[in-house]
C-alpha cells in the first residue's frame, strides 16, 4: 500500500469514528435536554395545582364569611345623596 493510500485510509478512519463519536455525545446532550424539560413541565404542573389550591381555599374562607357578615355597596349610596332630586 502507497503511503498515500494509508494517509487516505487513516484520515477517512479518524473522520468517521469522530463523526460517531459526535453524533453519540450530541445524543446524550438532547437526551438530556429533553429530560430537563420534562422536570420543569413537572414542577410548573405541581406550582399550578398548589395556586389552585390556595385559591380553592381562598374562595372557602371567602365564602364562610360572607355567611356571617352583611357587605353592601356603599359607592352607590354616596352616589345617589351627591345627584341633585328633580
Known amino acids: 500500500m502507497s503511503r498515500a493510500s494509508k ?9 468517521a469514528v ?8 450530541q445524543q446524550k446532550m438532547e437526551k438530556e ?4 424539560g420534562v422536570v420543569r413541565d413537572m414542577e410548573q404542573q405541581r406550582i399550578k395545582k398548589e395556586r389552585q389550591l390556595d385559591f380553592e381555599m381562598q374562595k372557602a374562607l371567602e365564602e364562610e364569611y360572607k355567611k ?3 357587605v353592601r355597596d356603599s359607592t352607590t349610596e354616596t352616589e ?6 328633580r
Do not use: D, R
Not at 80 to 85: F, I, N, R, S
Open 80 to 85: 345617589a345623596k351627591q345627584l341633585p332630586h
Open 7 to 15: 494517509l487516505t485510509l487513516a484520515g477517512t478512519s479518524l473522520f
Open 68 to 70: 356571617g357578615q352583611t
Open 18 to 25: 469522530g463523526t460517531v463519536i459526535m453524533v453519540h455525545f
Open 33 to 36: 435536554a429533553m429530560h430537563q
